[in-house]
């Protein structure tokens, strides 16, 4: 039996009757913000909603007009999401009740989260009833000790925390236990909230919008796609703006869907913050979550240029495997090879590329960038993490916040430094079957990722700066002489966005459009 539950129906509190319930569910938020710990705060990864973006999240999901709503809050906070839904069915469904089961950790918070619950059932005590659950939600969820009231919900409605699961932590091997894999605290949140759905029970959460591609959540992806049919994405177009008194820097989405639900049209609507004006449209559920994907990617074309952009590209007729080339991972993580790493030049050391060395369309090495630019190395094995010289097409994994793009792409050029090159774990590589490019084709294939066209259509399913190979790998290609007429125009340095734009406008697109 769990401690901390409470029948808050019959709780005493200083909140007047005829308070408005979001003010005071904000007032509540803005107090528990102010005493906590930074520290704790982000061991527990809390980012309270604000309370115009909670009423947005809680204008997502279907209402029944009539009947009984039993609702989670998982994470619950200061109670502000479980305030902004009771507002809603309190203004637009007289015959509907509700009830509110909450489930919160950190007990500097519970009391703030009591006052709110307990000023939700005061709103309308006839048809607003709420419990609370002190507890660890991953704890009481999971295991043989299972909390039997965190199943069997017509909603769940949540901003789960936002940290990592490390591989062996317990929480991520109760989570497993479940049937799912899931790589930090929302994903967590998110699939067990799924779990906790009755047949035909809707899910919505606002999330970070990372596990919408790559490898990392490609488990969990698939086990929510499995769970839920997704019914509504709403995407910001800000980074900061949504909790910005939180200090998060993150770009996020809220996803409304429903468990058993028919894969038919998804709403797929944006706006540049929680207060700004909101633009939408229905797709089909294909154009969202492709049938033939085995990666499961969710993709998000908010409106009609990104369509136009994701039908552009996925009518080109060509993936990486499909061209005879490969995207690999830079071999050498440097921690691993400290003891071929050098900050001069030695005899038979190789070049060691790192994302700095990547300059305006070009690999530039040596540069002073505070990391060894020479790999020595001293036995068969680190021999293996070497590349024989060639041509190659380098891309960034990670790109800055002030990139103007998420890919960033150069060419190596074994013309300026011939022989081997190692590279570091930190890019990734586009070779042929672990040998070099040609010259056009190492440019073509940097100038077309370098364009605008192939960012938005990135942007469109990758919500954050991480371009993994599998990301590389499923992206859609011209064919390999469209290619390399495109590189044999290609300047020794990178043009401007405009130049580039222009070339793969009239070399690649205009070419596909006339074979199509």
């Known amino acids: 039996m769990l401690t901390g539950r409470r029948a808050l129906g019959m709780l005493r509190h200083d909140v007047p009757m005829c308070c408005d319930l979001l003010t005071s569910a904000e007032r509540n938020r803005v107090a528990v913000l102010s005493g906590l710990d930074p520290k704790r705060q982000e061991t527990l990864g809390q980012f309270f909603t604000p309370s115009q973006a909670a009423v947005l999240i809680a204008s997502m999901p279907r209402l029944p007009t009539e009947g009984h709503l039993r609702v989670l809050d998982p994470g619950a906070g200061s109670g502000m999401l479980a305030a902004a839904l009771v507002a809603r069915v309190l203004a637009e469904s007289k015959e509907l009740s509700v009830h509110i089961v909450a489930v919160e950790c950190d007990p500097s918070v519970v009391p703030f989260l009591e006052d709110t619950l307990a000023a939700c059932v005061d709103a309308a005590p006839d048809r607003v009833s709420a419990e609370l659950i002190v507890a660890d939600y991953i704890t009481a969820a999971t295991g043989l000790g299972a909390d039997e009231r965190l199943t069997g919900f017509d909603m769940v409605i949540q901003n789960p925390p936002y940290a990592k699961l490390a591989a ?14 899931a790589p930090n605290l929302y994903a967590a949140f ?15 959460a606002i999330t970070p919008r990372s596990f919408c591609n790559g490898p990392y959540f490609g488990d969990f992806r698939r086990y929510l796609l499995e769970q839920i049919t997704l019914d509504r994405i709403h995407v910001f177009d800000s980074r900061s703006t949504v909790f910005a008194d939180t200090g998060v820097l993150q770009e996020n989405v809220i996803i409304c869907g429903s468990k058993g639900g028919i894969s038919r049209d998804v ?20 154009e969202v979550v492709h049938p033939d994907d085995a990666h499961r990617f969710i993709r998000i074309a908010a409106n009609a ?38 900050p001069e030049k030695a005899p038979t050391a190789v070049p060691l590329i790192y994302p700095a060395n990547l300059r305006d369309g070009l690999v530039t090495w040596p540069r002073e960038i505070r990391k060894p630019q020479w790999f020595l190395p001293t036995t068969d094995k680190d021999k293996k993490l070497l590349l024989p010289q060639g041509w190659y097409c380098v891309i960034k994994r990670f790109s800055s916040k002030e990139e103007r793009r998420r890919i960033v792409a150069s060419v190596w050029s074994p013309d300026a430094v011939p022989g ?11 070779h042929v079957d672990g040998e070099g490019l040609d010259r056009d084709l190492a440019f073509g294939l940097s100038l ?15 919500g954050h700066t991480q371009v993994n190979a599998t990301d590389l790998r499923t992206l859609r290609f011209p064919p390999l002489d469209v290619l390399r007429d ?31």
């Open 190 to 204: 998110l699939a067990l909230g799924a779990g906790a759905l009755r047949t035909g029970g809707q899910l919505v």
């Open 448 to 462: 077309w990722l370098n364009s605008t066209l192939v960012d938005k259509f990135f942007r469109t399913f990758s």
């Open 420 to 430: 081997p090159v190692a590279f570091e774990n930190h890019v990734n590589v586009i």
């Open 168 to 181: 062996s932590s317990p929480a991520r091997a109760a989570v497993r236990s479940m049937g799912v894999d």
């Open 486 to 516: 495109l590189g044999s125009l290609a300047p020794p340095q990178l043009p401007g966005q405009p130049s580039v734009d222009s070339l793969v406008e009239q070399k690649v697109l205009d070419v596909v459009n006339k074979a199509a």
């Open 305 to 342: 240029d990104d369509t136009e952009i994701a039908e552009q590209m996925l009518s080109l007729p060509r993936t990486l495997a499909a061209l005879g080339l490969t995207a690999s991972t830079g071999r050498v993580v440097d921690f691993r090879s400290r003891h071929c790493l050098l």
């Open 267 to 286: 709403m797929l609507s944006s706006s540049g913050g929680h207060r700004d004006e909101i633009t939408g449209r229905q797709v089909p559920y294909a």
